[in-house]
Nanobody
Framework: QVQLVESGGGLVQPGGSLRLSCAVSARTFSNYKIGWFRQAPGKEREFVAGISWIGSSTYYADSVKGRFTVSRDNAANTVYLQMNSLKVEDTAVYYC??????????????WGQGTQVTVSS
């Protein structure tokens, strides 16, 4: 089982930036993928970005390409989501999740508790 704890959410103005962190703890990470998801009020949860624990593979939803960057610090067991040029429609609860192998989409087994991101003037 993987434990994930998100942090870094908050209130930011449109056009601003925010960096989310996901602290990950597990017995082994070798084949894991870490995904970032978000869920806005009244909407379904959607995939935002993902990164492999080993190697340089990343994957982004079209809606955030060029604005969001996912990265990791293996020594700190932490995955980051740098969000730039934020829009009002990026407002949501953001979650990180983990899965063992497979594609970036599909079912993730373990989830964090979420962190609120609000983009508003």
């Amino acid at each position: 089982q993987v434990q994930l704890v998100e942090s870094g959410g908050g209130l930011v103005q449109p056009g601003g930036s925010l960096r989310l962190s996901c602290a990950v703890s597990a017995r082994t990470f070798s084949n894991y993928k870490i995904g970032w998801f978000r869920q806005a009020p009244g909407k379904e949860r959607e995939f935002v970005a993902g990164i492999s624990w080993i190697g340089s593979s990343t994957y982004y939803a079209d809606s955030v390409k060029g604005r969001f960057t996912v990265s990791r610090d293996n020594a700190a067991n932490t995955v980051y989501l740098q969000m730039n040029s934020l829009k009002v429609e990026d407002t949501a609860v953001y979650y990180c999740a983990a899965k063992n192998g497979g594609s970036y989409l599909g079912r993730y087994a373990d989830w964090g508790q979420g962190t609120q991101v609000t983009v508003s003037s």
